[in-house]
């Protein structure tokens, strides 16, 4: 399984990006996708997660800014980011459980090489 992000790129404070990521063998009884981010010298954080059933949630340093969708039949993902702030800049990953769990609460071991999003003031 590739999973492979699109769509980085430098942009201003208060502007928009729009960032797409391919998962192949997601599907209908897979668990659901995530949004991570880096930025440099800090650790890896969990920006968003969709679940295949639609549920949705967010960082609370994004929510109201960014908006997670998906495409299930296409297994395409999504992270649409408003009113960019500087402290938006880093390397964003997409990541996958790609397993149906009973538990309810997804592991996601597939991931993306990352890409860069870039904030200006």
């Known amino acids: 399984v590739q999973v492979a992000e699109y769509g980085g790129g430098s942009v201003q404070a208060g502007g928009s990006l729009k960032l797409s990521c391919v998962v192949p063998?997601?599907?209908?009884?897979?668990?659901?996708m995530a949004w991570y981010r880096q930025a440099t010298g800090k650790e890896r954080e969990l920006v968003s997660t969709?679940?295949?059933?639609?549920?949705?949630m967010y960082a609370d340093s994004v929510q109201g800014r960014f908006t997670i969708s998906q495409d299930i039949d296409r297994k395409l993902l999504w992270l649409q980011m408003n009113s960019l702030k500087t402290e938006d800049t880093a390397v964003y990953y997409c990541?996958?459980?790609?397993?149906?769990?009973?538990?309810?609460?997804?592991?996601?071991?597939?991931w993306g090489q990352g890409t860069q999003v870039t904030v200006s003031s």
């Open positions: 969709i679940r295949t059933n639609g549920t949705t």
């Open positions: 063998g997601y599907r209908v009884t897979s668990c659901g």
């Open positions: 990541a996958a459980d790609l397993s149906p769990r009973w538990s309810g609460v997804c592991v996601f071991d597939s």
